[in-house]
């Protein structure tokens, strides 16, 4: 066995060779390198006993299996030398100490999320992974919605290297919330203001994923896996994260990362939340429900292109780890923004406008993957690009929407539909036709009385009422919105989704699992 560092694809490596084969780990994959006790059965196998005294240590690293599921592998080196094994430990811990993995955490565990199993999958799952890497954490079980994220504007954040959340999007949309306030709040910037310039978030947020939908883990790792989820945040990965700030008029409303969605998903969100003690099941049941009534709205969508990026939601490639747009388009925006500041960019673009009869309107700053749509509302989606895709659908037959959500299951083309268009935009505004109405001064007692169904036709699924937006998963007040694109505005303990290259493919299969 040998044991050397190298250096390849711009990153250190260990290297190994074992019964001749030759293994690559990359030393920013490895989890911990501890001294191995070697006990006696251990002692006595192979030439080792015929060493008086052999030193052994074991080095724990990252496994990739398939589909970007992570896990952790282990092997062990003996050594005669115990000064020689000694060296060894001390190096390879002095590389893990030069790498920015975190030593201190915040954890904070919704037990009521998805299937009611955060408590035990982050006991059982992730504390055992976070001891061998020697991270402390403070962990709070929340007893309420909100504790999270209040909880935040209190402890000492400079005390930690990064903020876990087990549970959902939800609990996801709580920890930044807190985080992002918090910030604002020490810097003295109003939230309300929607022209701001918002002090950035640098502190990690990693998410063990314990929901119901989990979409914004599945879309920046690949997966919805604890384990995976616990490992990224170990060897300290670091992904930017575009966020979308949401105000009616002066008054701020939320953020979002993953979909703003009127309409369709407005629609199963408001009617799943009375459902929440049926767990993830109740998507399912609200989803059909909401299907069958096939509701529209009438309204008016204005947005500004996003010029800034030379991606388009049509593409055929997907975000992926290191991504090429993600990062030109980053450099792009602070190019014009030191060249001209914020004032020109929001005030001397063109706003487009659409006006229309809508069965959904979703906005959404990266793909929302998700295991109930691997590809997700728009594949093409990227994480930390300073845009949004706004797809439209409009007003069409039942069968035809239900054509359209089957293309979220499948290779098809989803945008491939006279009734679907899609936008890359920087921000965009909506108001219902009815908030149009009521300001216009319309004064019908009939549409005040009646409530929402359309007068003249009653059997016509024209809803003429509002819907509600699906802000990550949480309900917002107002169905009038403006919403601003925030280029890498969170960063998240992850990598984004890797390429499954051939390379790649060889180098962690081949390699790798048939020697360990
Ligand atoms: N102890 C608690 N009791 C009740 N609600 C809580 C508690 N802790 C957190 N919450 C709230 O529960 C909401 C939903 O939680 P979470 O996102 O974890 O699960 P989910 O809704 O099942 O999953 P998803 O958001 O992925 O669909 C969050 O918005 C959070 O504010
Ligand atoms: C005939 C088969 C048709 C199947 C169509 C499936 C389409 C699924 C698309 C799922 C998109 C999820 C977008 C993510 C939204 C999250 O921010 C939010 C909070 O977790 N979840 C939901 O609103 C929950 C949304 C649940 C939708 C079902
Ligand atoms: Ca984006």
Redo the contacts with the bound molecule.
């Keep these: 066995m040998f044991l050397d560092f190298g250096f390849k694809q711009k990153c250190f490596y260990t290297q190994y060779f074992l019964r001749n084969q030759n293994c690559f780990v990359p030393t920013s994959e490895i989890i911990a390198v501890e001294e191995t006790e070697l006990n006696k059965k251990q002692r006595n196998i192979g030439k080792w006993q015929k060493m008086a005294k052999p030193h052994a240590f074991t080095v724990y690293y990252v496994k990739k299996a398939r589909n970007h599921r992570w896990r952790c592998s282990d092997v062990t080196f003996w050594c005669v030398d115990e000064h020689l094994c000694n060296q060894w430990i001390q190096a390879l811990k002095e590389l893990l100490e030069m790498q920015s993995k975190p030593k201190q955490l915040l954890v904070y565990i919704n037990p009521y999320g998805g299937k009611r199993q955060g408590k035990s999958i982050y006991e059982q799952k992730v504390a055992p992974l976070f001891s061998l890497a020697s991270i402390s954490t403070d962990v709070v079980i929340t007893e309420h919605a909100n504790h999270a994220k209040d909880n935040l504007f209190e402890v000492n954040i400079n005390k930690y290297d990064g903020v876990v959340c087990v549970g ?3 609990m996801f949309s709580e920890v930044m919330h807190g985080l992002i306030g918090r910030m604002q709040k020490d810097s003295g910037i109003d939230q309300n203001n929607p022209k701001a310039p918002l002090v950035q978030c640098n502190i990690r947020i990693g998410i063990i994923p314990a ?6 883990c599945y879309s920046t790792v690949g997966i919805s896996d604890p384990v995976t989820s616990a490992l990224h945040i170990i060897v300290g990965d670091c992904q930017p994260l575009d966020v979308s700030s949401v105000h009616h008029n002066n008054t701020f409303l939320k953020y979002s990362v ?2 703003l ?1 009127y309409g369709f ?1 407005g629609d ?2 408001k009617d ?1 939340e009375k459902k929440r003690w049926m767990g993830p099941m109740r ?2 049941y ?2 059909l429900k909401t299907f069958l009534s096939h509701h529209y709205y009438e309204g008016t969508i204005s947005f500004q292109p996003a010029k800034h990026t030379v991606g388009s939601p049509q593409d055929k490639d997907s975000c992926r780890t290191g991504c090429y747009i993600c990062k030109k388009s980053e450099q792009q925006l602070s190019q014009q923004y030191k060249e001209c500041g914020l004032k020109h960019e929001e005030d001397e673009e063109e706003w487009k406008v659409i006006k229309g009869k809508f069965l959904a309107i979703n906005a ?1 700053n990266m793909s ?1 993957a ?1 295991p ?2 691997p590809k ?2 728009s594949p093409a989606a990227h994480l930390a690009d300073g845009s949004a895709d706004l797809i439209l659908v409009r007003k069409c037959s039942r069968f035809d929407f ?1 054509r359209y ?2 293309r ?2 499948n290779q098809d083309d989803q945008f491939d539909f006279s009734f679907v268009d899609v936008y890359r935009v920087k921000s965009f505004q909506f108001t219902s036709k009815l908030s149009e109405d009521n300001e216009s001064n319309v004064t019908d007692i009939g549409k005040k009385r009646f409530g929402q169904f359309c007068r003249d036709h009653p059997a016509c699924c024209c809803n003429i009422a509002s819907s509600t937006w ?1 802000c ?3 309900t917002l007040d107002s169905s009038a919105i403006q919403v601003r694109v925030h280029c890498q505005f969170v960063k998240l303990f992850a990598r984004g989704i890797e390429e499954n290259s051939k390379d790649e493919a060889a180098y962690s299969q081949s390699s790798i699992e048939q020697l360990l």
């Excluded at 929901?211 to 914004?216: A, E, H, L, N």
Aim: proline residues 0%; aromatic residues 6%; charged residues 15%.
């Design positions: 959902g999007d939800g929901g119901s939908t989990d979409c914004i993953s979909l969605g998903y199963i969100l799943s998507y399912d609200s989803g959404v929302c998700c109930r749509s997700g509302l239900l959500l089957v979220h299951t699906n990550d998963g949480e």
